[in-house]
């Protein structure tokens, strides 16, 4: 089942902050972020594992609520570069082979 | 080195074609995946092969044909599509396939059915 993602949209000045929420109604395993700049590939941002093991960039952060299935990533002291759609892609107790099931995709414009 | 490359970049072709998407990695990892997406939509998985066995076949159409003839590459196969197969057909890799592993992916192929 598809994890909902939130806000579909935001529009940053550089220097503000930002956070991109991603729940799932399924008990999750991992929760993976992606950025996909226009006619790029996606590129691997972070991993959160249950039991709160993290992997990922060193300037990015992010958590997650396993109780609620919640993840959230955050954006701070945003710059120009992350600007695109963030995805988050969830690994349900079932999908033990890392199948991702992307959210519809967060956009966001960083503006100078 | 951690790139996959894609092959070709675009692609047209007719319903009755039968043409190939390639896909390499040179970073040893032993999971590889087919997304399909299209446009302003998430990707969404096609296929999983691990150590080139194919692990995961999320209901595909039988005109998507994929190979993984070794570790380092991956092909889709494709035969008598249809115009809504348009999209952006994207390769990745993992180290290998478990909910701990990222997953890098390439360029993408954009096709076109006509």
């Known amino acids: 089942q598809q994890p909902v993602q939130s806000p579909q949209a935001v529009i940053l000045r550089e220097g503000e902050d930002a956070v991109i929420n991603c729940s799932s109604s399924?008990?999750?395993?991992?929760v993976h972020w992606y950025r996909q700049k226009h006619g790029e590939a996606p590129v691997f941002l972070m991993i959160?594992?249950?039991?709160?093991e993290q992997k990922g960039h060193e300037k990015i952060s992010a958590s997650f609520n396993e109780k609620k299935q919640q993840s959230s990533l955050y954006l701070t002291a945003s710059q120009l570069s992350y600007s695109g759609t963030y995805f988050c892609g969830t690994v349900s107790r079932e999908g033990s082979q890392g199948n991702l099931i992307f959210g519809k995709g967060t956009k966001l414009s960083v503006k100078p | 080195d951690t790139e996959v490359t894609q092959t070709p970049k675009h692609l047209v072709m007719g319903m009755t074609n039968k043409k190939s998407l390639k896909c390499e990695q040179h970073?040893?990892?032993?999971?590889m995946y087919w997304y399909k997406q299209k446009a302003k939509k998430p990707p969404e998985l096609m296929f999983v092969?691990?150590?080139?066995?194919?692990?995961i076949n999320e209901s595909v159409p039988s005109r998507f044909s994929p190979e993984c003839p070794n570790s380092s590459l991956l092909n889709l196969h494709l035969h008598a599509l249809q115009p809504e197969d348009s999209a952006l057909y994207l390769c990745?890799?993992?180290?290998?396939?478990?909910?701990?592993?990222?997953?890098?992916f390439g360029p993408g192929t954009r096709l076109t059915v006509t």
């Open positions: 990745a890799s993992s180290h290998l396939a478990g909910v701990s592993y990222e997953q890098y």
């Open positions: 959160l594992l249950k039991g709160g």
């Open positions: 092969y691990s150590y080139e066995k194919l692990s």
């Open positions: 399924k008990a999750l395993y991992s």
């Open positions: 970073m040893g990892h032993r999971a």
